[in-house]
Nanobody, 124 residues
């Protein structure tokens, strides 16, 4: 079974940057698309970004387009989420997930494995 471990979360001021990492073990991450999701207190988990197995197809939710960048390094079995110009509304627990598809419609039903999450807090 695949294990996914996120890192890189923390406290950042609005307008700042963070880079989240998602490292996989147990299986080769390159056989999966990988998505980032987030869940704010009192809200449902939502899609943030997804990247296809070879990195040729990428999708973002509208509110992060132009600010977040998803990338992957299959040799390192790792996927990244570069977060720039962050806003207080980006505050959430961020989860990476190995998914069966790369699509703007990807959701929890398409997930094979979840990470444990990393907290991102953006102060105003």
């Amino acid at each position: 079974q695949m294990q996914l471990v996120e890192s890189g979360g923390g406290l950042v001021q609005a307008g700042g940057s963070l880079r989240l990492s998602c490292a996989a073990s147990g299986r080769t991450l390159s056989t999966y698309s990988v998505g980032w999701f987030r869940q704010a207190p009192g809200k449902e988990r939502e899609f943030v970004a997804v990247i296809s197995r070879g990195g040729t197809r990428i999708y973002y939710r509208d509110s992060v387009k132009g600010r977040f960048t998803i990338s992957r390094d299959n040799a390192r079995n790792t996927v990244y989420l570069q977060m720039n110009s962050v806003k207080p509304e980006d505050t959430a627990v961020y989860y990476c997930a190995a998914t069966y598809i790369a699509s703007s419609e990807v959701n929890a039903n398409d997930v094979d494995s979840w990470g444990q999450g990393t907290q991102v807090t953006v102060s105003s």
